[in-house]
C-alpha cells in the first residue's frame, strides 16, 4: 500500500488543522493505521492509531483530548484531526499502516508498521 499524508501547514498556537493520508492499493480495511510524528533532532514518535474498523482509537497522552483520528474505508482515507494546537507539536507529521488481517496489540511505535507515507509539516506558532 502506497500513503501520501497531506493537509500541513502554519497555524497559530490554538488553531486547528485537518491532516488526511490518502492510501492506494486494495484492502486499506485490513490495516491499523498509525499517525506519528518528527520534531526536529528528535527521535519520530508515535501519536495515535485507529483500528481496521475504525471502532478503537488510542492515543498519546500528549495530545489526548485534542487530536481526534478517524478513518473512511471507503475512501481509503485516514484523518487526524488537530485541535487547540500548541507550538511543541510542530513536526513533520507521517501516517503509517500495519498489517492486520486479524486483531491484535495496539500500535505502540515505528517498528509495528509495515508501510509509510511521506511527511507533511505542521508549524504551530506561539
Known amino acids: 500500500v502506497q500513503l501520501q499524508a497531506s493537509g500541513g501547514g502554519l497555524v497559530q498556537a490554538g488553531g486547528s488543522l485537518r491532516l488526511s493520508c490518502a492510501a492506494s492499493g486494495r484492502m486499506f480495511s485490513r490495516y491499523d493505521m498509525g499517525w506519528f510524528r518528527q520534531a526536529p533532532g528528535k527521535e519520530r514518535e508515535f501519536v495515535g492509531g485507529?483500528?481496521?474498523?475504525?471502532?478503537?482509537?488510542y492515543y498519546v497522552d500528549s495530545v489526548k483530548g485534542r487530536f481526534t483520528i478517524s478513518r473512511d474505508n471507503a475512501k481509503s482515507t485516514v484523518y487526524l484531526q488537530m485541535n487547540s494546537l500548541k507550538p511543541e507539536d510542530t513536526a513533520v507529521y507521517y501516517c503509517?499502516?500495519?498489517?492486520?488481517?486479524?486483531?491484535?496489540?495496539?500500535?505502540?511505535?515505528?517498528?509495528?508498521?509495515?508501510?509509510w507515507g511521506k511527511g507533511t509539516l505542521v508549524t504551530v506558532s506561539s
Open positions: 485507529i483500528s481496521r474498523s475504525g471502532g478503537t482509537t
Open positions: 503509517a499502516a500495519k498489517w492486520a488481517i486479524v486483531t491484535g496489540p495496539r500500535i505502540t511505535g515505528p517498528a509495528d508498521m509495515d508501510y
